[in-house]
């Protein structure tokens, strides 16, 4: 049962165009959501979030969007960077369960080309 | 760098043998969470420990254990290891039980022949 689903296994983007990554859920206790950005080698490193009272957060480049009713959030990087390249994970957590307690997307390969 | 230190990196050991895996999280930090990354399950939370207490488990198998010692380490123990336990093992830590995100370690790769 995967409650968290990342369909895209992977993305290609040119350099200074908008990446566009998403991600739907199934559970409706799911109040807050998380993206993730990995490298090789490198643990998983928080990138931004969203509570579930809101439909949209940003942060410099990064925006997180949020609709609830589509049970659907996506990830929007504008300009895309070729340090960009990585893999992305969705993840959320419910409220009042340890805040530690994410569901995890499988993630989906960015790789952003010069 | 996270601030989240594992070891070892890289464990390769047979089928039926135990492992112990550690994790020294960020300073300050109470809480520390276990994730396993697989191949075909993605990354899947284990179990938290807050202060040396364990506060919320997952999908953690009987053969698994951990705990968090007063230092505030902790251990992840695998037992009567199987092939399909070879994973990339995350442990991650916050500076609460609540904190807003977690940060993670860079990863224990075991591998069972």
């Known amino acids: 049962d995967q409650q968290v689903k990342q369909n895209s296994p992977s993305l290609s983007v040119q350099e200074g165009r908008i990446s566009i990554l998403n991600c739907d859920y199934t559970n409706s206790m799911f109040d807050y959501f998380l993206w993730y950005k990995k490298y090789p080698a490198e643990g998983p490193t928080f990138l931004i979030s969203?509570?579930?009272?809101?439909d949209k957060n940003e942060d410099g480049r990064f925006t997180v969007f949020l609709n609830k009713s589509a049970k659907h959030l996506s990830l929007h990087i504008v300009p895309s960077q070729p340090g960009d390249s990585a893999v992305y994970f969705c993840?959320?957590?419910?409220?009042?369960?340890?805040?530690?307690?994410?569901?995890f997307g499988q993630g989906t390969i960015l790789t952003v080309h010069p | 760098d996270s601030g989240v230190t594992q070891t070892p990196k890289h464990l390769i050991t047979a089928t039926g043998q135990r492992v112990t895996l550690r994790c020294s999280p960020r300073?300050?930090?109470?809480?520390v969470y276990w994730y396993q990354q697989s191949l075909d399950q993605g990354l899947q939370f284990l179990i938290q420990?807050?202060?040396?207490?364990?506060?919320a488990k997952g999908n953690i198998l009987e053969r698994f254990s951990a705990q968090q010692f007063p230092d505030l380490h902790s251990e992840l123990n695998l037992s009567s290891l199987e092939l399909g336990d070879s994973a990339l093992y995350f442990c991650?830590?916050?500076?609460?039980?609540?904190?807003?995100?977690?940060?993670f370690g860079e990863g224990s790769w075991l591998t069972v022949v």
């Open positions: 993840a959320a957590r419910t409220g009042g369960t340890s805040y530690g307690k994410l569901t």
């Open positions: 991650a830590s916050s500076n609460t039980g609540f904190g807003n995100t977690i940060y």
């Open positions: 300073s300050g930090d109470l809480s």
């Open positions: 969203i509570s579930s009272i809101k």
């Open positions: 420990y807050y202060n040396g207490e364990e506060r």
